[in-house]
């Protein structure tokens, strides 16, 4: 498994019964507290690995710190709090890299393994599947409305638990139905994975913009002028792919391309397993798991926002 899906990792054969996971990503702080920092970040770079359907085995630091600008100690906290999570997905921390930089960035490059028969990719949906996404969206305008002060603290802290949270419940519990395809929601946005798994596929996705859950304040920000970095872009890349007869607010619609951090996992099960499987994932904790969407017969792959 290499570039030609757009998927989330490598994955490399090393044997009848065992293939190899590698997956790289860092990212710049969310929030100014280095512990939740830390967490977050590893979260993120782990989730590739439960995407592809694998269990974390080890994990490298990369990490860029101003030493001259910020105590030593705010490392410390960073990576404690990169440990942390690591050990939490049973993986051993293995070491890492660190560069002076200007600005502090940090994240992991990992290694999963996983079974070669039962390789998850984003190019598996058929006609017919429901589509289940496990966490809310809202994660890139809530940082920047943190950043920015439009979000006072108080409010951001109570998203950062689950933000912080693995996604491996999620596919434990997953991994004993039909799965067809999946992949996890990060800088793209709900809709441009979305679109990735459609073009994967050579089908159309209908998202259901009502059912799409949101973390507290996303809209709100949205609609106080807030934005990210990647909004933009995120919308140029999915030109010409999506429409919608949904009606939504200019506000409503930039939660499409909201940039999520270690944001859920979008699965693609057959309809007649969705219930079952959304049930599963309440009884484990998930509790925002819902059924997002469906996959439908198409000339040409897009995403329709119904």
């Not at 006609?127 to 979000?151: E, H, W």
């Not at 990735?196 to 050579?202: D, W």
């Not at 709100?220 to 890349?237: D, F, I, V």
């Not at 030109?239 to 200019?250: L, Q, Y």
Request: glycine share 10%; hydrophobic share 40%.
């Amino acid at each position: 498994m290499g570039f030609e899906t757009s998927d989330d990792a490598a994955v490399y054969r090393v044997a009848d019964e065992i293939a190899l996971i590698s997956t790289v990503d860092y990212i710049t702080p969310p929030v100014d507290d280095p512990y939740w920092f830390g967490q977050i970040a590893a979260a993120n770079s782990l989730s590739d690995v439960y995407a592809m359907g694998g269990k974390p085995l080890t994990a490298l630091n990369l990490v860029m710190f101003p030493s001259k600008k910020l105590d030593m100690g705010v490392l410390k906290e960073i990576l404690r709090g990169g440990s942390d999570k690591v050990k939490e997905a049973g993986a051993s921390m293995a070491g890492g890299h660190s560069v002076d930089d200007n600005e502090p960035k940090y994240g992991l490059a990992v290694t999963g393994c996983v079974h070669p028969d039962h390789i998850l990719t984003n190019k598996g949906c058929r006609a017919g599947d429901a589509l289940i996404l496990t966490k809310p969206l809202g994660t890139g305008v809530l940082f920047n409305a943190g950043r920015s002060g439009r979000l006072a603290y108080t409010e951001l802290e109570a998203i950062l638990p689950p933000v912080a949270t693995l996604n491996s419940k999620a596919m434990e519990v997953a991994s004993h139905f039909d799965i067809h395809a999946c992949t996890d929601i990060t800088g793209f946005g709900i809709l441009g994975h979305s679109l990735e798994m459609a073009k994967g596929s050579g089908l159309q996705i209908d998202l259901v913009f009502e059912r799409l859950p949101l973390y507290p304040h996303a809209l709100e920000m949205y609609q106080k002028g807030e934005s990210t970095g990647s909004n933009k872009a995120n919308r140029r890349l999915a030109r010409g792919f999506w429409e919608a007869s949904a009606i939504m607010s200019p506000a409503q619609e930039e939660l499409l391309f909201d940039p999520q951090t270690s944001g859920g996992l979008l699965i693609s099960v057959p309809a007649d397993q969705s219930e079952e499987l959304l049930a599963g994932l309440k009884k484990a904790g998930v509790d925002a798991a819902v059924q997002v969407g469906e996959v439908v017969e198409a000339q040409t792959p897009c995403v329709r926002v119904v």
